[in-house]
């Protein structure tokens, strides 16, 4: 670590998206029961749920319309945009966190103002990894995550000469290194916390000791939202394909005509996330569907016998603590990076033909049958006491 550490001010800077949001709202709620103070940094839809788990919420100076959560699967431009926005966020974040004297800086992994705060200041440093860790070093990671990139990779090289330039304004005002592609968007701190199990992680057990693995912590977060429905008590199916990247009218399509009930093939309940104002057209639904925009998840999962999902790490977690198998319809890069560890686990079935969607759901619910059961505990254990000591 760089320095002693002082004070009771842990300042967070978070990244403005529910995966990633969620996804560390339990460990800032066990700072703030150990008695720190949590200054969380985010946009204004998240302020509800940050207060709610203990956080002092606080604004980035950013203008929300500047922050597109579905700039996460265009790797170029996200790397020029983390640049960007480190340059022109950087005066203001050094000096009210000068002002702060906090005891410690913990970032999101795509936070690079965060690390670059942390370094100037010299403040201990903590990277909360809300998607899996990718290491130069360690070959099964680089290779996991770079199958799912690799396909919309160059159609954004426009993006790279800006980048470039904002990578020599960083480097020539604040002497800011390690700012190529995997560093921005895998910044290190001194530690870095990983919101899953080692398990998980592809090439986990290789990964060195300033990894640390608190397993899935987003189902015991606080949670705000409320549904306004009761779920069935029958078996039924729970469908959300993501809160980004979840427009995919074709998978819709097959979804209402396979599982929608007929008076000649009637069909279990269906809970399904879909947000119909922003559809082009209206969709109609089935008899047997309850459709709304967000809902409490975990109330969900309580009673579900299904969960047809995109495969964001949070809600594939929550399902295995709920013991909910997972039908996983990936949409991006990461989703297909998690599709295929659960799927290599026995926990879930990647759909690959969307016209078979009937068949696979039905054999994607006789997993439980047969997985492990040890395994699923062991991959939803919480271990986080270790390292709250660590702000101690």
């Not at 670059?116 to 680089?142: C, G, R, T």
């Not at 993006?159 to 960083?170: D, G, N, S, V």
């Not at 995919?248 to 396979?258: C, D, P």
């Not at 089935?286 to 999902?309: C, D, G, M, W, Y």
Request: net charge positive; proline share 6%; glycine share 6%.
């Amino acid at each position: 670590m760089k320095h002693c550490m002082n004070g009771k001010t842990i300042i967070f800077y978070g990244i403005p998206a529910c995966g990633h949001i969620h996804s560390n709202l339990y460990l800032t709620k066990r700072l703030w029961e150990k008695g720190f103070r949590i200054v969380y940094y985010s946009l204004p839809p998240f302020r509800k749920v940050i207060e709610a788990n203990g956080c002092e919420y606080r604004p980035y100076p950013l203008e929300n319309a500047l922050f597109d959560p579905t700039d996460g699967e265009k790797l170029l431009k996200l790397y020029r945009l983390l640049l960007q926005f480190t340059q022109e966020m950087l005066p203001k974040l050094l000096d009210q966190a000068g002002k702060e004297a906090p005891r410690a800086l913990i970032f999101d992994s795509l936070a690079l103002w965060g690390r670059a705060a942390a370094e100037l200041l010299q403040i201990p440093s903590f990277s909360f990894y809300s998607i899996a860790a990718v290491d130069w070093h360690n070959k099964m990671s680089l290779a996991a995550y770079a199958a799912g990139f690799s396909r919309n990779f160059l159609r954004y090289g426009k993006e790279l000469p800006a980048a470039l330039r904002f990578r020599k304004q960083l480097k020539t005002s604040y002497g800011l290194e390690k700012l190529g592609l995997l560093s921005v968007l895998m910044n290190k701190g001194d530690y870095n916390l990983c919101g899953f199990s080692r398990e998980f992680q592809p090439g986990g057990r290789s990964f060195g000791p300033e990894y640390l693995f608190p397993g899935p912590l987003s189902v015991h977060r606080i949670v705000t939202e409320k549904n306004d429905f009761v779920c069935p008590r029958e078996p039924f199916y729970y469908i959300s394909l993501g809160t980004i990247f979840n427009r995919n009218r074709k998978l819709l399509n097959a979804i209402i005509e396979q599982l929608g009930s007929r008076p000649e093939r009637p069909a279990p309940p269906v809970v399904l996330v879909w947000d119909r104002a922003k559809d082009e057209s209206p969709v109609s639904f089935p008899e047997n569907f309850t459709v709304r925009p967000f809902v409490n998840q975990n109330e969900i999962l309580k009673h579900a016998s299904l969960f047809i999902t995109a495969g964001g790490v949070n809600s594939i977690h929550e399902a295995l603590y709920f013991q909910v198998p997972c039908l996983l319809c990936p949409q991006q890069g990461e989703q297909f990076l998690n599709a295929r560890q659960i799927e290599r686990l026995g926990f879930g079935r990647i759909l690959r033909s969307s016209k078979r969607l009937r068949q696979e759901a039905a054999a994607c619910m006789e997993l439980k049958t047969r997985w492990d059961e040890e395994k699923r505990q062991k991959l939803t254990a919480v271990a986080l006491e270790q390292i709250l000591t660590l702000f101690i």
